[in-house]
């Protein structure tokens, strides 16, 4: 193992204290608990939007905590989710008086947790409403959790959240937007190779030479099969096909589409990817209508992508174009 690190223990801590630094005029890092929230927070009279899980898939969660986006997130130790004091005073700390929405993506630790810790802020005297993002239809059951995972839907549901928090609506309302993202968002991904846990010392499972894991887990979880390498654009063809007919996706709908690196693909790759993706939309008469390209949701050094398509009306695309200013995501500041 080679890694830019002080110790396997000290990852999360240290990558963070330098991630607060960085960032030192959008958010700042509590550090007992641990937990990142926006420099400004709280915001009198908006919602709370909060996310969070293990470390390991930056910039999710916490390079999404800005203006127009998360008030705070929650990082667990790499691939283990936060614990219920964390995302307490987290939620505790963005309470700005009109309630606050977890957004939580379906892995079984990150779900016991965030329900553990609404029902403290509840006794609190906290409104709070939650959002579990269940987009992945590469496997119904994973190691992680039962029904589908939580993957890059998320990220597109944070923003567009954040965006009508932003913007005042109540929460009822920015609740029952994060269900229509959920409900019309789907995604899966694919890997070239397994990242590698810090305190692991060696990658998380075993890939042949010629081989990937199709429908991977952002945690490398198994997919639907294991098969040879093939040229980008079947493999594309392979994940949209998958995504578009389960929704399903038809002729005449717009999308947000994105293409997320897992944190070891170059972007002279992950631009193929597109181009195929894109090709296979017009094909299908469906229009990309707003696009993200790069790394949101990755995990550690797996080389591989994911692709995420959020079927979307004037009122989501409306959000999306909002202003936003965090670390990972910014426009129209």
């Known amino acids: ?6 110790g396997p223990l000290d990852v999360m801590r240290e990558s963070l204290e330098g991630f607060a630094a ?18 400004d927070a709280p915001v009198k009279g908006k919602v709370g939007i909060i996310s969070g899980g293990g470390s390991g898939h930056e ?3 916490g390079g999404f905590v800005g203006k127009g986006m998360l008030d705070a997130a929650c990082p667990g130790q790499v691939f283990t989710s936060p614990s219920p004091d964390q995302m307490e005073a987290a939620t505790a700390a963005v309470d700005g008086g009109a309630g ?28 709070v409403e939650s959002v579990v ?32 928090a932003e913007r005042g609506y109540d929460l009822a309302r ?65 994940m949209a096909e998958a995504v578009l ?6 002729g005449g709908d717009r999308v947000i589409a994105m293409v997320s690196g897992m944190g070891g ?16 939309l017009r094909e299908r008469k469906i229009t990309a209508s707003r696009r993200l390209v790069g790394n949101y949701i990755t995990s550690l050094d797996m080389a591989g992508c994911a692709i995420t398509l959020l079927k979307a009306d004037d009122e989501l695309l409306s959000l999306w174009d909002d202003p936003v200013l965090t670390p990972a995501l910014r426009w129209g500041i």
């Open 174 to 238: 920015v609740t029952a937007l994060g269900k229509k993202v959920n409900d019309h968002g789907r995604s899966m991904g694919m890997a070239l190779t397994a990242g590698t846990v810090p305190a692991a010392g060696k990658p998380g499972f075993e890939l042949g030479g010629g081989d990937i894991e199709m429908g991977v887990g952002i945690h490398g979880e198994p997919g639907r099969e294991r098969m040879p390498l093939k040229p980008v654009k079947d493999l594309v063809a392979y």
């Open 133 to 164: 993002i269940n987009d992945d239809v590469a496997v119904k059951d994973s190691l992680y959790t039962a029904g589908r995972r939580g993957v890059g839907t998320t990220v597109l549901a944070e923003k567009i959240c954040g965006a009508a």
């Open 265 to 280: 693909t170059p972007p002279i790759e992950l631009y193929i990817v597109y181009r195929e993706l894109e090709l296979i």
């Open 22 to 39: 960085a960032h030192s005029d959008i958010l700042k890092a509590s550090f007992d608990p641990v937990y990142v929230v926006r420099a």
């Open 245 to 250: 007919g389960d929704l399903p996706f038809r």
């Open 59 to 61: 910039p999710m969660h």
């Open 100 to 127: 606050v929405l977890h957004i939580v993506k379906n892995y079984t630790g990150d779900v016991m947790n965030f329900e553990m810790a609404a029902e403290l802020c509840q006794a609190n005297g906290i409104q």
């Open 1 to 6: 193992m080679k890694k830019l690190i002080n």
